[in-house]
T-cell receptor
């Protein structure tokens, strides 16, 4: 069964450094998402991406964050200048037709980001 | 505001016993509803989903969930749990926009 893959599984970065989290969504999916889960807290929506542009973003997704689909397979989340509070598990998800359809989002195993 | 509530933070059941995990939602209209499971160190795996139609939906691993509009609930059930069901369970909803809204999760512990 096709799946969403994320790399790396664990990323350790110094505060203030830039970090890029990578995701390969399911190949025929058109909608892409990033979520994060701070330790012990609920999973929170960050951003959705469709047709090469952001379709929706949360208040968490400020100017320090950006997303990109640099080629036909990868979907990346960049944090420009990391802060301690960015430490979390980041999940990538993809969907065939988006949240308003009857197609669910499929999640990757996540990247654990640790900011020192 | 749209929200999903899972009242039980932690539930412990004996192996072989039945299970019910509660989920309530607050949305202007009936959202799409989902249950995901997260094993330690793993991602979120979709157990089942409700979009419309039959209010009792079947999922993977022997799980089912019942949608009750009058109670704004979507509770997850399993008749007999196995030790491998120990995990964190998340209820989620989608309605009117692209994001999934998750509940805080219920951690399930299975005792022999």
């Amino acid at each position: 069964e096709p799946e969403v893959t994320q790399t790396p599984s664990h990323q350790v970065t110094q505060m203030g450094q830039e970090v890029i989290l990578r995701c390969v969504p399911i190949s025929n999916h058109l909608y892409f998402y990033w979520y994060r889960q701070i330790l012990g807290q609920k999973v929170e929506f960050l951003v959705s991406f469709y047709n090469n542009e952001i379709s929706e973003k949360s208040e968490i997704f400020d100017d320090q964050f950006s997303v990109e689909r640099p080629d036909g397979s990868n979907f990346t989340l960049k944090i420009r200048s990391t802060k301690l509070e960015d430490s979390a598990m980041y999940f990538c998800a993809s969907s065939l037709q988006g949240a308003r359809s009857n197609q669910p989002q499929h999640f990757g195993d996540g990247t654990r980001l640790s900011i020192l | 505001a749209q929200s999903v509530t899972q009242p039980d933070i932690h539930i412990t059941v004996s192996e072989g016993a039945s299970l019910e995990l509660r989920c309530n939602y607050s949305y202007g209209a009936t959202p799409y509803l989902f249950w995901y499971v997260q094993s330690p160190g793993q991602g979120l795996q979709l157990l089942l989903k409700y979009f419309s139609g039959d209010t009792l939906v079947q999922g993977i691993k022997g799980f089912e969930a019942e949608f009750k509009r009058s109670q704004s609930s979507f509770n997850l059930r399993k008749p007999s749990v196995h030790w491998s069901d120990a995990a964190e369970y998340f209820c989620a909803a989608a309605g009117g926009n692209e994001k999934l809204t998750f509940g805080t999760g219920t951690r399930l512990t299975i005792i022999p």
